[in-house]
């Protein structure tokens, strides 16, 4: 089967560069790439159980090989991933148990053939592959692997690359620094079994990458190339993917799409336009509109909202985007309608914001002072204070300020209560 470009997709070079994704690439990639499809591939060490945002750059380097006609293969490294990458540590990395890297890894694929789909439609299976380095790196004899990869590189030349030049000093492991030679030789392995030319990665990786050109090039004496990514980084030269409360996952269970989409939407104006560059799959006449727009009128925040929306569907799906989407409009406007939200967003506010059970009375009303007592920590003299200054809203009605509850009748669908405080603080109440 012959796979053609994308409807409106460019040539890969020339996508990455105008997308400022190209950071280096071996002497003939270029000429490589033009000469028709090729097959590349990046690895992804399962090291943790999900995969989180600063990976996503290479998860969509293989979605743009493979738009633009070539076939991508995304390795899992379920092999060096027991080893550990010295690349950009400046200590060892502890070793992990062999049931540990395994039941990771088998989340990360699933992980990343999520995306891919959500990016590819229905044809992704022909144009992504699949492979593990534990399926041949686990069985290998120790001889083989020293006599057949370790023969063709000298210590010298290893300790010339940075990966292992930075740990010099601190000291680094046989373990770490043997590292480059089994991706070398997961690229050796690929060239002969898949066909793979090509290895993307991050721009720490390129001694790695190089380290697996040379030996495709000694060992099977064929041609291969490589190409790297930039290190991501904010406006402020911070690593791109932090939070005060640590890294923004791809995985649900771990970072919310409601708080993923929330991190997108926070986007400093100073970057929003690289990060749709970056994570997203808009063509460049639809960035630039939205880049126009945005400063225009950057207060509407056009441009993150729609940042949000695109990186919060590509990971999590189109549904599950919508109720982050509402979510958030809730949050943020203090006239919204609470009789015209469904469940899965009140059930998502009640998971991220303060939660509170009622129950109605006997005269069949609920204790408004009692939730803003439980929900916001307030003794009931605060509360009480609040709702006289004219500063709670149940539902979107604003209390009376000698109210101090509401009908039970006024839930919406006899279940739910959004009790606001001030603009922004919001709490849900649940009858039950």
């Not at 390129?206 to 406006?235: K, M, Q, W």
């Not at 509170?356 to 003299?381: C, I, M, P, W, Y």
Request: glycine share 10%; net charge neutral.
């Amino acid at each position: 089967m012959t796979i053609v470009p994308s409807a409106g997709s460019l040539p890969l070079l020339e996508e990455l560069e105008w997308r400022g994704l190209l950071f280096q690439q071996t002497e003939g990639c270029a000429a490589a790439l033009a000469k028709g499809p090729v097959r590349g591939y990046c690895g992804f060490d399962p090291t943790a159980e999900s995969l989180h945002v600063g990976n996503l750059v290479s998860i969509m380097g293989l979605v743009r090989l493979a738009r633009a006609g070539h076939t991508a293969v995304a390795l899992v490294g379920g092999a060096t991933a027991l080893i550990g990458d010295p690349s950009g540590k400046s200590e060892e990395r502890p070793i992990r148990a062999v049931d540990e890297i395994r039941a990771n890894a088998a989340l990360i694929e699933a992980q990343i053939r999520r995306v891919i789909t959500n990016a590819l439609g229905a044809d992704a299976g022909t144009r992504v592959l699949f492979r593990n380095n534990l399926d041949w790196l686990g069985p290998m004899p120790l001889l083989e692997f020293l006599r057949d990869t370790g023969k063709h590189f000298t210590v010298n030349w290893m300790m010339q690359k940075d990966s292992v030049k930075s740990r010099m000093d601190a000291g680094i492991s046989f373990t770490e620094f043997s590292y480059m030679l089994l991706q070398a030789h997961d690229f050796l392995h690929m060239h002969n079994h898949d066909g793979v030319t090509l290895q993307l990665g991050g721009s720490d990786q390129y001694g790695n990458i190089t380290a697996g050109t040379e030996l495709v090039r000694r060992a099977a004496r064929g041609e291969a190339h490589g190409l790297t990514f930039p290190l991501l980084t904010d406006s402020n030269g911070k690593k791109f993917g932090k939070t005060e409360s640590g890294a923004v996952w791809l995985d649900a269970a771990l970072t919310s799409p409601y708080k993923f989409y929330q991190f997108w939407i926070n986007a400093e104006d100073a970057d929003v336009g690289r990060l749709l560059r970056t994570f997203t799959l808009l063509d460049r006449g639809t960035i630039e509109r939205i880049e126009n727009a945005h400063r225009a009128e950057p207060h509407v925040r056009e441009a993150q909202k729609r940042l949000a929306w695109e990186v919060t569907t590509l990971i999590h799906g189109a549904d599950a985007a919508a109720v982050a989407k509402r979510v958030s409009e809730t949050v943020f406007d203090k006239k919204a309608d609470a009789h015209a939200l469904d469940d899965a967003v009140f059930a998502t506010l009640a998971a991220e914001m303060p939660y509170v059970r009622v129950s109605a009375t006997e005269d069949h009303t609920v204790d408004v002072l009692g939730v803003l007592e439980q929900a916001f920590s307030l003794s009931k003299t605060a509360a009480r204070k609040l709702i006289q200054q004219g500063a709670v809203s149940v539902n979107g009605a604003k209390l009376a300020a000698d109210a101090t509850t509401v009908p039970s009748g006024d839930a919406v669908r006899g279940r739910w209560y959004l009790v606001r405080k001030g603009a922004r603080e919001i709490a849900v109440g649940e009858v039950g």
